[in-house]
């Protein structure tokens, strides 16, 4: 509960400055394809973006972000516990436990729960990410702004149930590996910076 707790409360401060990267790069990607504006770089989206739709504009898919990386990063981060929980039990190392893992032991299991937690992270929430991104990348909508029912709709029609976990493959493996990596990493420094009596 504690992971989940604070995965979530630092996704929402991170969200602050991710959304408008997000928005810029997702332009810069899109560029070129029909309907959608032409940039010479990251700053001229953000002139543009000012200049049509506002400062609102460079938070296009703020809400939505929120709704994906906060429920993501929670559920990441009480899925690593709970995996590696559960691998340290079925290994014989419980609460009472004398023996000490070896290293190897160590990285295997936060490394295996690492990629756990990436996956049912990524199977969760990619449908809200396949939405926001379309809802940040998308130009003319004909009549008004787009919102998340327009650009839900729209997917359902053009795509049906599956358009929702479009890029479900490249996400899985990016939250898995980045997730295993990330962990590893982590847990690595902590045991390094731990100062030895």
């Known amino acids: 509960m504690a992971n989940g707790t604070a995965g979530m409360l630092s996704s929402i401060v991170s969200c602050g400055y991710y959304v ?3 928005v810029i790069c997702q ?3 899109v560029q070129g394809l029909p309907g959608t504006t032409i940039y010479s770089g990251p700053f001229d989206v953000v002139r543009k973006i000012l200049k049509v739709e506002g400062f609102r504009g460079l938070y296009r898919g703020f809400g939505l972000t929120i709704v994906t990386q906060s429920p993501a990063t929670a559920l990441w981060w009480s899925a690593y516990g709970a ?3 559960a691998i340290w039990r079925s290994l014989g190392y419980g609460v009472d ?3 000490k893992p ?3 032991e160590l990285v295997t299991v936060q490394a295996t729960a690492g990629t756990i937690a990436g996956a049912c992270s990524s199977i969760i929430t990619t449908p809200i990410d396949t939405i ?3 809802l940040q990348v998308m130009d003319n909508f004909g009549a008004g702004r787009p919102s998340v029912m327009k650009t839900t709709k729209l997917l359902l029609k053009t795509d ?3 358009g929702f976990y479009r890029g479900f493959g490249p996400r899985f493996l990016n939250m898995s590996i980045y ?3 990330m962990i590893v990493t982590y847990e690595l420094i902590k045991r390094l910076s731990v100062k030895q009596d």
């Open 20 to 22: 408008p990267l997000d």
């Open 27 to 29: 332009r810069l990607m």
């Open 83 to 85: 995996a590696q929980h």
């Open 97 to 99: 436990s004398k023996e």
């Open 102 to 104: 070896s290293v190897l």
């Open 132 to 134: 926001k991104t379309r």
């Open 160 to 162: 049906g149930w599956m």
């Open 179 to 181: 997730g295993t990596s």
